[in-house]
């Protein structure tokens, strides 16, 4: 049966989720952040892009999302202390409680299947914690699903005109100018706009290299080494990649296209066979 209402649970009334979940039991939980990108973008972008996916990917499969968590993990983005720049983030214990609980009260509820969504790379670098701890102890359906973006842009390789030497899925850069171009132009200031790319932190010396944004330094061609960085530490201008090549139509394709390949994610995350062993929350409270 297609679900007709509205698919955030903000929307709707305890007895239209009632209903769903009659024929039902998948629900999104989408992440995003406040944080620091390139002077052109604001710090939402990644939530932006977050719900700009979700919401038609939702429409397209028929299943409903709880509200957007608007700040996540992005320890490395807070910038100099006074400095003014804005970002927000969890801890890893805290957003890990956050995602946890909400899943506990999803699964008290009687959903059974839960897709956890970001477009914010590093809120993929806590969560195999919480997800293991849901999975362990109640024995839903967990999945974490993160839009094409960063090392992974497979599914929209063919919209993205940057070679790979642009990094054109990191921080600020073509793909994520092009969507909030998309999702509100008035949030883009091209006159600050400027192509960057990473380097390796500059005391770390003159042996290690970085081409993008992972949390990985390379030495002597090996990239097998994490070092905890800020990002000013690799990125100058919090943009690594180039804003030039964006623009709305892009956008509009890349949204499309990431809230197509979810929805068929989410069309066969309905078929996985699954049994919840526990149900209650008694810890609802304190745990
Ligand atoms: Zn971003």
């Known amino acids: 049966m297609a679900w007709s209402k509205p698919h955030n649970l903000l929307d709707l009334s305890y007895v239209d989720v009632a209903e769903y979940l009659k024929t039902q039991d998948l629900v999104m939980v989408p992440i995003g952040s406040c944080e620091k990108h390139g002077a052109h973008l604001p710090l939402g972008t990644d ?57 506990r009260c999803l699964i008290f509820h009687g959903f059974n299947k839960i897709v956890y969504v970001t477009h914010h790379g590093s809120n993929t670098k806590i969560i195999d914690l919480f997800l293991r701890r849901l999975r362990y102890e109640t024995g839903a359906f967990l999945a974490f699903y993160k839009t094409p973006t960063e090392r ?62 992972m949390g990985t330094v390379i030495f002597q061609g090996s990239e097998n080494i994490f070092v905890p960085m800020e990002h000013h ?37 309905k078929k996985i066979p699954v049994k919840v062993t526990t149900r209650d929350y008694p810890e609802r409270v304190w745990s």
């Not at 700009?52 to 028929?62: L, R, T």
């Not at 709880?66 to 320890?75: D, H, I, N, T």
């Not at 509100?184 to 932190?201: C, E």
């Not at 990431?258 to 994610?265: K, N, Q, T, V």
């Open 152 to 213: 992974e842009c497979n599914v929209v390789a063919d919209i993205i005109e940057g070679p790979p030497e642009e990094t054109p899925g990191w921080h600020a850069g073509e793909i994520e100018t092009a969507m909030i171009m998309a999702y509100d132009s008035d949030l883009v200031d091209m006159s600050r706009a400027q192509q960057d790319r990473a380097h390796a932190p500059q005391w770390m010396g003159p042996a290690f290299s970085k081409k993008d944004g």
């Open 47 to 103: 939530s932006m892009i977050t719900i700009g996916v979700v919401e038609p990917a939702a429409k397209k499969a028929g299943v409903l999302y709880a509200p957007l968590l608007p700040v996540g993990y992005s320890p490395h983005h807070m910038g100099l202390m006074g400095q003014g720049v804005g970002t927000l983030s969890l801890s890893a214990e805290t957003a890990n409680r956050i995602l946890y609980e909400i899943g």
């Open 233 to 269: 530490d690799y990125s100058d201008t919090a943009t690594i990649g180039n804003p030039f090549r964006g623009n709305p139509e892009k956008g509009k394709r890349l949204f499309e296209r990431g809230s197509d390949h979810l929805a068929a994610f989410l069309e066969e995350v």
